[in-house]
């Protein structure tokens, strides 16, 4: 599990990363998410929620990261998914630049996860 959890990083940061620099763009833009947007953000949450769910696995049997910010960010990224939800009517307004934003925050969050194990 554990290098699961540290191949899968790379999923889930890539993808949202991608996803992310999308959205952004599609937003500046102002051109509307064509349907296969709206599928690439749903794999990006979900890459990024297997690997949250993997961690919490790891946690939960015992195997702790060296530096409690890695957990850390992992609890920012889960609750970055529940503020995503809960304003995602507001997020629709504007959804490529809005979930852009986020996927790139969440890239962000798991990055810097990242740096503080390595």
């Given amino acids: 599990m554990r290098s699961f959890h540290a191949t899968w990083f790379w999923v889930a940061v890539t993808t949202t990363g991608l996803v992310g620099l999308w959205g952004l763009l599609l937003g500046l833009l ?10 690439a953000r749903g794999l990006a ?8 769910g993997a961690g919490l ?10 530096n409690d910010f890695h957990l850390f960010y992992g ?3 889960a609750f970055t998914f529940a503020f995503a939800y809960i ?3 507001t997020l629709a307004r504007r ?17 810097r996860a990242w740096s503080n194990v390595y």
């Fill in 87 to 89: 304003y995602r009517a």
């Fill in 30 to 39: 102002k051109r509307p998410a064509p349907r296969i947007f709206v599928y």
């Fill in 57 to 66: 696995i790891l946690y939960g049997r015992g195997l702790r990261a060296p």
């Fill in 95 to 111: 959804p490529e630049l809005g979930y852009g934003l986020v996927l790139l925050f969440i890239m962000g969050l798991g990055l």
């Fill in 75 to 77: 609890i920012v990224i």
């Fill in 45 to 52: 949450f979900a890459a990024m929620g297997v690997q949250v």
